[in-house]
């Protein structure tokens, strides 16, 4: 029998990185003025709203929500240019309170 927990974790990883690819490119054609990264992303959620209205109850559409998915990364904030964001980590990454940092 087929570990179906394993191969559908295995989709998801795939369909999320491939969102990310894509998000990553519009948001890169939208700063050279290339594609609105707004209009895209409401076409998105347009087509698959129309989509799933013709779908079978319990059917599930995975490109449906690729494309809901795609939307909310495109409205996300651009990423910086040089792709890093501090990020700020409340107490730190170690568990002891009494390691200070010498660096």
Known sequence: MADTSREQATITGIINGT????AMIVHELNAKGVISKEVLASQLERAAQEA???RPAGELRVDLLMFRNLAKLLRKP???PDG???AVIEGGLSGD???Q???
């Open 78 to 80: 651009t990423p910086r």
């Open 19 to 22: 969102n990310i690819a894509l």
């Open 97 to 99: 309170k009494d390691d």
């Open 52 to 54: 799933g209205r013709n």
């Open 101 to 103: 940092n010498s660096d």
């Open 84 to 86: 890093w964001t501090p």
